[in-house]
């Protein structure tokens, strides 16, 4: 029997039936249970429906004067052992991410010196629009564990990701976050490490371009030391940069040259960085993916946006260059979109060479130690990732044929070519590369440089 306090606020989705259910399985397992429900939350789960199951008062008002003598807004905040909000509405995330504190829910999740675990539950284009991936990205930095949606279809019938995992889930989570404490929501726990970005060197590479002091970066990299599992996090202490993506070459602004990367392996790799503990940085590419938990990412749309990001992003421990950047940009952009104009004449369309991201951080004085290129071939595969070594001056080519399987699949059979040789694996589902590329990077920057203990 676990005996330890749940605070549970449910936000005003239509998963909020889920937390019911949710409130049965931890009675169940003995877990002491308050409810706070917000107005919103009220239009879909009734306090006596909520009452009754976890035998205890549900808490909907912060100016109320009776609860407040029984029991401080503050003391119900701290009481607890673990702040569960499920469903966590797009508001509520909003709200928790800017520090918004106008009901009673988001005066508790303020003033909480406890940890704080989010269940989201919102419509896949609420989940996916950049605001809420914003706020998620902040409340994890800030030590807020915000589990992943789940995908599928929605009540609203459209498809993705965005739905309330479910109640096991949800309690599977809760248990695995008591039994090791996660960081204090503030930040308490596990402070910020500043980013290590050394100023860049004008005498850099002159296919490179400066970076750009004013482009908007999502946080600051963090250490992953509570996020990652204790048990198995052989990249603790490493600083990985991973792009990602496609990119889109502008030609007027409702045209670009683009290219077919889904970013799916990319993120995989960037996930399954982040889950082997090292701080990752994460360049993507226009991809609808959600952002990888515990991942620092940098949305850019053009190769010399990524460029730019790359530079400022080293020094690092290791780069995977996984995003498929394109080799040609429109020479000209249009401010206006280009017209037909009747007479059959084309446009011309003169392009020009984008820089060459990887062989320029090859040749930047801050290259990293272990410095890994992707090559998506149609054919003679290794011949051409061979090639590519040479010619780029990086550590390996992870090269991968995309004649059987195009961009966008699930799986990827990957061959790593390095100066020792070929070592080919058998096709696996993207995560799973993922992971055995993380192990073997582990195992590398070991034998190169031995970690502390962590
Ligand atoms: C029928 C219905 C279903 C809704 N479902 C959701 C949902 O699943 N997720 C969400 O973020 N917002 C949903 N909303 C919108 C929220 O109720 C609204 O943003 C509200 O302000 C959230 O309040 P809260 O911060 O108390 O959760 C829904 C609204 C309606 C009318």
Redesign the pocket.
């Known amino acids: 029997m676990n005996t330890s306090r749940i605070l549970l606020i449910i936000?005003?989705?239509?998963?909020?039936y889920k937390s019911i259910e949710l409130v049965r399985l931890l009675r169940k397992s003995g877990y002491v249970v308050r409810c706070v429900l917000?107005?919103?939350?009220e239009?879909?789960v009734t306090p006596l429906t909520l009452a009754a199951l976890s035998e205890n008062k549900v808490y909907t008002n912060l100016f109320d004067l009776k609860d407040e003598v029984e029991m401080g807004h503050i003391q119900l905040s701290r009481e607890a052992d673990l702040v569960v909000v499920a469903?966590?509405?797009?508001?509520?995330?909003a709200?928790m991410a800017a520090g918004i504190a106008d009901?009673l829910?988001?005066t508790l999740l303020l003033a909480t010196d406890k940890p704080v675990l989010a269940a989201?539950?919102?419509?896949v284009r609420?989940w996916l629009h950049p605001a809420t991936q914003r706020n998620v990205v902040t409340l994890r930095g800030d030590g807020v564990t915000v589990l992943d949606p789940d995908e599928g279809e929605m009540?609203?019938g459209e498809f993705g990701p965005?739905r309330?995992p479910e109640p096991t889930a949800i309690f599977a989570a809760i248990e695995a976050a008591l039994s090791s404490p996660l960081p204090l929501a503030g930040g308490v726990g596990g402070g910020p490490v500043a980013p290590s970005v050394l100023p860049l060197d004008d005498s850099g590479p002159s296919d490179m371009p400066s970076p750009s002091p004013s482009r908007k970066r999502e946080g600051d990299l963090r250490g992953q030391p509570d996020f990652a599992p204790e048990n198995h996090r052989p990249l603790y202490g490493r600083r990985i940069l991973i792009t990602a993506g496609p990119t889109h070459e502008p030609i007027d602004p409702v045209r670009y040259i683009a290219n077919r990367s889904s970013g799916k392996q990319g993120f995989a790799i960037a996930a399954a960085a982040a889950e082997a503990g090292a701080e990752v940085l994460l360049i993507a590419g226009p991809v609808p993916l959600p952002t990888p938990p515990g991942v620092i990412r940098v949305d850019v749309e053009t190769a010399v946006e990524m460029a730019e990001e790359v530079l400022q992003g080293l020094p690092v421990d290791a780069a995977i260059m996984v995003a498929a950047v394109a080799d040609w940009r429109a020479a000209d952009t249009s401010a206006q979109k280009i017209k037909k104009d009747g007479s059959g004449a084309v446009p011309p369309l003169a392009l020009a060479e984008n820089p060459d991201i990887l062989a320029g951080i090859a040749r930047s004085p801050d290259r990293p130690p272990l410095l890994i290129g992707f090559a998506a071939e149609t054919n003679d595969v290794i011949a051409h990732a061979g090639a590519k070594l040479a010619k780029k001056g990086c550590d390996w080519i992870v090269a991968n044929d995309v004649a059987a399987d195009p961009m966008g699949g699930e799986s990827n059979r990957v061959h790593i070519v390095s100066k020792n040789g070929i070592d080919s694996w058998d096709r696996l589902p993207k995560a799973a590369v993922a992971r055995k590329l993380m192990e073997k990077i582990a195992d590398e920057l070991d034998a190169r440089s031995p970690r502390q203990p962590d």
Not at 87 to 93: E, G, R, V, W
Request: aromatic share 4%.
């Open positions: 936000g005003g989705g239509i998963a909020a917000t107005r919103a939350g239009q879909f469903p966590a509405t797009a508001d509520l995330l709200k009901d829910a988001t989201p539950a919102m419509n609420m009540a609203c965005g309330l």
